[in-house]
């Protein structure tokens, strides 16, 4: 049974960076697709970035244009996200999400498999 967990959240300050870390278990890592989506209350999940069986990166939001980047290690069964030069408007709750194809689409109904989320507050 796959099985996610996130971590890495936390505050940090405006201009900081974070690293996000994403434990894929139960399942070989490399058959599936894997993203990352961020939340915001009263907003839907938003896309941000997702990676391709073969580690191809697409992004799916603007906002991390330039500051963010996906990577995997189908090795430890891991997922990372990290997001530079972060601005208040980052904060919210990160989720990492797979499934089992090798498709990015960008849209939180396309993944099936989440993990609990990690709360992201950037703030001075």
């Known amino acids: 049974q796959l099985h996610i967990v996130e971590s890495g959240g936390g505050l940090v300050k405006p201009g900081g960076s974070l690293r996000l870390s994403c434990a894929v278990s139960?399942?070989?890592?490399?058959?599936?697709?894997v993203a990352w989506f961020r939340q915001v209350p009263g907003k839907e999940r938003e896309g941000l970035l997702c990676?391709?069986?073969?580690?191809?990166?697409?992004r799916f939001s603007d906002s991390v244009k330039g500051r963010g980047t996906i990577f995997r290690n189908n090795v430890a069964n891991m997922v990372e996200l990290q997001l530079d030069n972060l601005k208040p408007e980052d904060s919210g709750v990160y989720y990492c999400?797979?499934?089992?194809?090798?498709?990015?689409?960008?849209?939180?109904?396309?993944?099936?498999?989440w993990g609990q989320g990690t709360q992201v507050t950037v703030s001075s």
């Open positions: 139960g399942v070989n890592l490399y058959e599936y697709t």
């Open positions: 999400a797979a499934e089992l194809n090798d498709v990015c689409i960008d849209s939180y109904t396309a993944f099936r498999y």
């Open positions: 990676n391709y069986i073969d580690g191809t990166v697409t």
